[in-house]
């Protein structure tokens, strides 16, 4: 499809930059199908979830790589493969439920049957009933398997791409991405809860609002007001060279949270009369606030993305891999993986569970995320052929210190246009 079939909405770009960007691409159906073939079905890793969510032969665990339903397995050999969880026959889905364990993946609608590799083994009443019937002489099993995904590994992170020619995972990644995921997963991981969080809204403003650290300390006002995330603080952007990957990050305040007179860098907050800069908000648990350095370099804040799909989180001992679903113009789902690690102490397992209220539909911190992509939908009608302005920090998409950008936004822009020819 060339840039010229778009609808009339998002039939090219205002200009060469990544400024300003048309509300045309949120609720535009062909520009919806371009992104399932493009993006999520073209030579990009998307994540599927954890190495560890599948640990045993046979075990299974029901995902998606955009809004495709796969099937991750451990096979019999004890390496895990990915199919498309649809049946060949007559296209139902073939796995209901979200984790099991199967010999073989049976469809309940005509009981056709597949290995763990996606072979067809199984045609019920192939050869027919009383010499009747049955499948023809030329009928053959193995032009009738499941759609297969590449695999990938890192750090216990499962990827997977339907492209076979996608490039390697590390380097589709880049140095500075592969190393801040192996920062947050450095051992064996142990997973702590799941939640599903559906969002009224596209599935790129989700992407989008990860990726900004403007709106963090101005919408969010658990964050600010007790010091876990001010543009003040100490931390920066990184933007790999494709520009769909990044990394915000951050140093909690060392000033006690319950003197928020005594923290620094608050100035220019208080001149802007925000909002979200309310110290009569007090809390009434502050073992919530605490925390180990387990990391060992001062970070108490990290939000990684990995293009189209994946935002790997660190808020003090709150870790969460979150997988971006779409279904839709119009919804996304969040699908969130609370993890700790194996070696976990008690104390460390607790205040990972206590840390969890942070995040998630109704968290501290991120409840309000839930709202804000919703309101930019709802606002699209009569939009027309505008734009929305993304100038923060300049007009560029490459790593920067200071946290008052959108350098990253333009960076998803920037790999999003590439791949979408756009």
Not at 39 to 61: A, H, I, S
Not at 235 to 253: A, K, Q
Request: glycine fraction near 10%; charge should be negative; hydrophobic fraction near 35%.
């Amino acid at each position: 499809m060339s840039a010229a079939s778009i609808h009339p909405a998002t039939e090219h770009w205002p200009n060469d930059g990544l400024t300003h960007v048309p509300y045309g691409l949120y609720n535009d159906e062909a520009i919806y199908e371009r992104e399932r073939e493009r993006l999520f079905m073209g030579p990009t890793w998307n994540v599927l979830g954890l190495e560890c969510e599948v640990p045993n032969p046979g075990d299974y665990k029901t995902t998606f790589l955009g809004d495709v339903p796969v099937v991750l397995v451990r096979g019999k050999d004890g390496t895990l493969k990915g199919l498309e969880n649809r049946c060949a026959h007559r296209g139902a889905l073939l796995c209901l439920e979200r984790f099991g364990n199967a010999k073989a993946f049976t469809c309940v609608y005509h009981a056709w049957s597949y290995d763990h590799d996606g072979n067809l083994v199984g045609v019920a009443f192939q050869n027919g009933v009383k010499g009747e019937g049955g499948m023809p002489d030329d009928f053959r099993r193995e032009e009738h398997g499941l759609r297969r995904l590449k695999i990938d590994l890192l750090s216990g992170l499962v990827f997977g791409s339907f492209d076979p020619n996608v490039p390697p995972l590390e380097t589709y990644l880049g140095a500075d991405i592969v190393a801040r995921i192996r920062r947050v997963l450095p051992r064996p991981v142990k997973v702590l809860g799941y939640y599903t969080q559906t969002m009224r809204n596209n599935w790129k403003l989700y992407a989008e609002n990860v990726k900004d650290p403007y709106h963090a300390s101005i919408l969010h006002l658990f964050f600010t007001t007790f010091r876990l995330n001010r543009l003040s603080q100490k931390g920066g952007i990184i933007v790999d060279e494709s520009g769909g990957h990044h990394v915000s990050y951050s140093e909690m305040d060392k000033k006690p949270a319950n003197k928020p007179d005594e923290a620094a860098g608050d100035s220019d907050y208080e001149a802007a009369r925000l909002r979200a800069d309310d110290d009569s908000i007090g809390l009434k648990e502050p073992a919530l606030l605490g925390g180990r350095d387990e990391f060992d370099d001062g970070i108490t804040l990290q939000i990684l993305t990995v293009f189209p799909n994946l935002v790997l989180q660190q808020v003090r001992n709150s870790l969460v891999v979150r997988q971006i679903v779409p279904k839709g113009l119009d919804r996304t789902d969040i699908v969130w993986t609370n993890y700790g690690f194996e070696d976990d102490d008690e104390e460390l397992a607790d205040l990972r569970l206590m840390q969890s209220n942070f995040i998630g539909p109704a968290g501290y911190i991120s409840m309000e995320d839930g709202a804000v992509g919703a309101f930019v939908q709802r606002a699209l009608p009569g939009t027309g052929g505008e734009t929305s302005v993304v100038m923060m920090g300049g007009d560029g998409a490459a790593s920067q210190e200071s946290r008052a950008t959108e350098t990253s936004i333009r960076g998803f822009w920037k790999a999003y246009r590439t791949m979408m020819d756009i």
